[in-house]
């Protein structure tokens, strides 16, 4: 009975040990006090980029002008990231995060007063974009960089970046909900307000940190020079180099799906702002399984195929969705690119995160940033061009195709990329090196999926 007992407790457990190695990076008390500001800060945000769409289509009821300005808010990401990468080596995180985050905070209290009192002209918009993009610029390279202050465990990273996607996506599961109902209620001003509000949060939680000193800063160089360098390593170390490039074209053509949906939702399925909030919602419920599914994994072992095969799926979604007039297909479809999108990026941010050397890492993520963010002011004009050119519909279709040649030229490459990249792992230790043989769990999470053939 005692023995029947006993094995009867043993899935119990083995769940109640697999729930916890899901959260396992919230084990560090500054990652929770991340996680839960950047929870409640991350929901606004998702609210404002709704309520933007959908003021800027509101004013001009032009595809083009949806581009233009998205390209705006977005192009000084794209140019100062690189600057912000090397700042982000030498300069105390945290500082610069609570300022990027006070700044946003003026940036969307500023659109709310504007929209609210009805003064709101479409130059607002493109102004206050700009800053955005700008204050971007030096926010995102910092805020991907500190994750390795945040979670002492080098090991716990991979949990630690799938958790914020997880919550990225939560927050994009409900922000656009929200959205949706308060636009159709009361209008696009409180949104921004709420998102305005909403970075209280994320100040409070950066201030309460308790992080280890800071370690010896190397001697500064000249800033171009450290720019130079960062460039040299990033893009002559092929794992490295293949992740960006395949990132950025994922950015530049698989995301147009993003502008176009108010289009989309309007002209195709024949609906409104709700309609707008349930397909990114969709999208959002998708990207959170996603991270689940990224969470879950506990070496880092499986991610190339994994990145490789999500720039497929999105690339097969988008051209399906192409087809779709059914607004339940739509969902549908939506929940599956959503999956797709989150899973390329968050994989190619653990590979790049695992993979870089420390003194390198701002660099190095500033380059992930231009590749994610900065394509996105380019995809935004390309999906408003496409859109006026050839259609909504046209357009999706023809990013899901690129998407799919860019997957298949990737697992071309994977073999020799794997081959780079698995002496680099197994130095730092986040690998075991048995005679070339990969661990036996090999559900983990980077570029390598099985050891190199010629070990």
């Not at 940036?107 to 800053?131: E, K, M, P, S, Y």
């Not at 919550?167 to 159709?184: D, E, F, H, Q």
């Amino acid at each position: 009975m005692l023995a029947e007992l006993s094995m009867a407790s043993i899935p119990n457990c083995s769940r109640r040990m697999h729930l916890a190695q899901l959260w396992r990076a919230l084990r560090s008390r500054n990652y929770r006090l991340f996680f839960g500001g950047q929870g409640i800060s991350l929901i606004g945000t998702w609210m404002q980029r709704i309520a933007l769409s959908w003021l800027v289509y509101r004013l001009t009821g032009s595809a083009m002008m949806l581009g233009a300005v998205g390209f705006a808010s977005q192009v000084p990401t794209f140019l100062l990231a690189p600057l912000a990468g090397v700042l982000s080596d030498r300069w105390n995180l945290r500082k610069v995060l609570v300022v990027t985050q006070v700044l946003a905070m003026v940036q969307a209290l500023a659109l709310a007063v504007l929209t609210l009192t009805d003064t709101v002209a479409v130059w607002h918009v493109f102004a206050l974009g700009i800053a955005l993009g700008a204050i971007n610029g030096f926010d995102v390279p910092a805020r991907q960089t500190f994750v390795v202050q945040m979670v002492p465990k080098v090991e716990d990273v991979p949990n630690a970046i799938a958790l914020n996607s997880l919550l990225v996506n939560s927050a994009r599961l409900i922000g656009p909900s929200l959205a949706g109902i308060l636009i159709g209620l009361v209008g696009e001003g409180v949104c921004f307000l709420a998102n305005g509000l909403s970075y209280v949060a994320v100040v409070a939680a950066l201030l309460a940190m308790q992080l280890p000193a800071r370690r010896a800063r190397p001697p500064q160089t000249h800033v171009l020079r450290d720019l130079t360098q960062g460039f040299r390593y990033a893009f002559g170390f092929a794992p490295i180099r293949g992740v960006l490039l395949l990132l950025a074209l994922v950015s530049l053509v698989g995301m147009t799906y993003v502008v176009l949906m108010p289009i989309f939702a309007t002209d195709v399925l024949h609906g409104g702002p709700h309609t707008l909030g349930f397909l990114m919602a969709a999208a959002g419920g998708g990207a959170v399984a996603g991270a689940f599914y990224l969470a879950g994994r506990q070496s880092v072992v499986g991610l190339g195929d994994t990145i490789t095969r999500a720039t497929l799926l999105l690339g097969a979604g988008l051209a399906v969705l192409s087809w779709a007039r059914l607004e339940w297909l739509a969902l549908a479809l939506m929940v599956v690119i959503g999956f797709a999108a989150m899973l390329q990026l968050a994989a190619s941010n653990t590979v790049l995160q695992t993979i870089v050397e420390d003194h390198m890492r701002g660099r190095v993520m500033s380059f992930y940033t231009m590749a994610f963010m900065g394509m996105a002011p380019l995809s935004s004009l390309l999906a408003g061009a496409l859109a006026n050119w050839v259609g909504t519909t046209p357009a999706l279709l023809l990013s899901g195709i690129v998407c799919m040649v860019g997957a298949a030229v990737s697992a071309l490459q994977l073999p020799a990329l794997r081959a780079l990249a698995w002496p680099v792992y197994v130095r730092k230790g986040l690998i075991a090196d048995v005679a070339g043989a990969a661990p036996a769990d090999a559900h983990g999470a980077t570029l390598i999926a099985a050891p190199p053939a010629d070990r």
